[in-house]
């Protein structure tokens, strides 16, 4: 344990730095307590996994994290960024910049060719088409995609699908990577597939933080966090994460 969590140095950079978050929705005249005062640290180059049942606030956590939400109550540092400092359009381009998303339904355009699914991000980020055909194929090379450039998703199994989706996540180059179920929709043997894209990221040094309910699925991560009616219930840190000796 002496090396921290995963291989993790103790002392690395945190990636997120959360204190107290809090996300009450209101629906017509009733409020829904979904976060109730969260605190979590990850570092650079931590994987962690969020368990816990459904409604127990687990997605409401990680559309704050990716800041697709804002907190009702509490505080988000991401990468020294104090989030609550920033307006709508500086939170869309740091969202744009510093994270990549990977969700169950891989939610990909279903008219588009897999290269131009994984360019989409830098077309919105302003980035010329010769630049965006050579990232998006440089992403496709690193999930083992290269192949099925010009498939549209109904061409491409549903672990094919996910790896561009990862692909997607991966082309602007971000830190962290944020995943909602991102094997749920797939059989065994892709989704061992897609476990080992997400281990070999990791071990590049990006951050990442899936949901899961899947038990082997977060064996792959260095912990293991769950949450239960909005708060998390406890940690475990797994000592079966390959650094090096073991899996
Ligand atoms: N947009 C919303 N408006 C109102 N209530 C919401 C909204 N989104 C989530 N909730 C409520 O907040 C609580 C937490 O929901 P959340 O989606 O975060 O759960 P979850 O742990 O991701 O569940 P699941 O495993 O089913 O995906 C639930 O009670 C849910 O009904
Ligand atoms: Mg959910």
Redesign the pocket.
């Known amino acids: 344990m002496a090396e921290g969590r995963g291989g993790v140095a103790p002392f690395s950079s945190p990636v997120i730095d959360a204190t107290g978050l809090q996300r009450i929705?209101t629906?017509g005249s009733s409020t829904?307590a979904?976060l109730r005062g969260v605190d979590l640290v990850v570092r650079k180059g931590e994987s962690a996994a969020i368990m816990?049942p459904?409604?127990?606030?687990?997605?409401?956590l990680l559309g704050l994290l990716g800041l697709l939400d804002r907190p009702t109550a509490g505080r988000y540092v991401i990468q020294g960024t104090d989030t609550s400092t920033l307006d709508d359009d500086e939170l869309a381009a740091l969202r744009n910049r510093a994270i990549g998303f990977i969700f169950q339904a891989f939610n990909l355009l279903p008219a588009e060719s897999a290269e131009d699914n994984v360019a989409a991000p830098l077309l919105y980020a302003g980035v010329r088409r010769p630049e965006r055909q050579r990232r998006a194929m440089a992403a496709l090379e690193t999930v083992g995609s290269a192949d099925w450039r010009s498939r549209r998703p109904t061409e491409l199994s549903g672990g094919q699908q996910q790896r561009v989706a990862i692909a997607r996540a991966l082309v602007g180059d971000p830190g962290l990577i944020l995943a909602d179920e991102p094997t749920g929709n797939l059989d065994s043997v892709s989704g061992g597939e897609v476990l080992d894209v997400l281990d070999r990221l990791r071990d590049e040094g990006r951050t990442i933080v899936l949901i899961t309910h899947d038990p082997t699925v977060a064996s792959h991560a260095g912990r293991t966090l769950r949450?239960s009616d909005g708060g998390f219930l406890g940690e475990e840190l797994c000592s079966t994460e390959p650094d090096g000796a073991g899996a």
């Open positions: 929705y629906v829904v979904a816990g459904s409604g127990s606030g687990k997605s409401t949450m």
